[in-house]
T-cell receptor, first 115, second 111 residues
Framework: EAAVTQSPRNKVTVTGGNVTLSCRQT?????MYWYRQDTGHGLRLIHY???????QIGDVPDGYKATRTTQEDFFLLLELASPSQTSLYFC??????????????FGAGTRLSVL | GDSVTQKQGQVTLSEDDFLFINCTYS??????LLWYVQYLGQGPQLLLK?????NKGISRGFEATYDKGTTSFHLQKASVQESDSAVYFC??????????FGKGTHLHVLP
């Protein structure tokens, strides 16, 4: 079964702070995604990537950068954190075109609070 | 553009009640329609998948059906249990390498 590990699980920072959220998947999936989950908005796509060095812009990218350093590792960067970025962040991976037919496998999430 | 609408924000039922959650979608493609479930403290996980070819999916007592004419799809279960308490997301996979999620329905089942 797909394994996606996020760290840290919880993070508190101040406005203007610098935050990096990490995600690692160990199933050789091509695609990786960052979503944020907020009440009343569901899951919204921030950025995604189809391989090391690749980055695609999602639906709510403002204020976020991302980097895919290897097939396994995908990072989300908040360089000047704002209170509006307080949220629950999920990383996911998928094996597009593979046996799992585009199923998303999610990590357990990182809860970020920006004070 | 592609979109999915899930209007029921919260549903409260008693054990053995019937569950029905509806979503509507808009797309110009031939989509795959999905239901994800998120239990407390966990990430979402795939519950059911319905394609335009099969019209119906069944898993863990849940059934999802799809109506191309009304561009809607719904999730139902004949008899819910307390362990079914979770957030249920409908989602649209347009085969464009990203999935669009609805806002989620928080199901609370009373014992």
């Amino acid at each position: 079964e797909a394994a996606v590990t996020q760290s840290p699980r919880n993070k508190v920072t101040v406005t203007g702070g610098n935050v990096t959220l990490s995600c690692r998947q160990t199933n050789s999936h091509n695609y990786m995604y960052w979503y944020r989950q907020d009440t009343g908005h569901g899951l919204r796509l921030i950025h995604y990537s189809y391989g090391a060095g690749n980055l695609q812009i999602g639906d709510v990218p403002d204020g976020y950068k991302a980097t895919r350093t290897t097939q396994e590792d995908f990072f989300l960067l908040l360089e000047l954190a704002s209170p509006s970025q307080t949220s629950l962040y999920f990383c996911a991976s998928s094996d597009v075109g593979g046996i799992s037919q585009n199923t998303l496998y999610f990590g357990a999430g990182t809860r970020l609070s920006v004070l | 553009g592609d979109s999915v609408t899930q209007k029921q924000g919260q549903v409260t039922l008693s054990e053995d009640d019937f569950l029905f959650i509806n979503c509507t979608y808009s797309t110009t493609t031939y989509p795959t329609l999905l239901w994800y479930v998120q239990y407390l403290g966990q990430g979402p996980q795939l519950l059911l998948k319905v394609t335009t070819a099969n019209n119906k999916g069944i898993s863990r007592g849940f059934e999802a059906t799809y109506d191309k004419g009304t561009t809607s799809f719904h999730l139902q279960k004949a008899s819910v249990q307390e362990s079914d308490s979770a957030v249920y997301f409908c989602a649209l996979d347009t085969n464009a390498y990203k999935v669009i999620f609805g806002k989620g329905t928080h199901l609370h089942v009373l014992p």
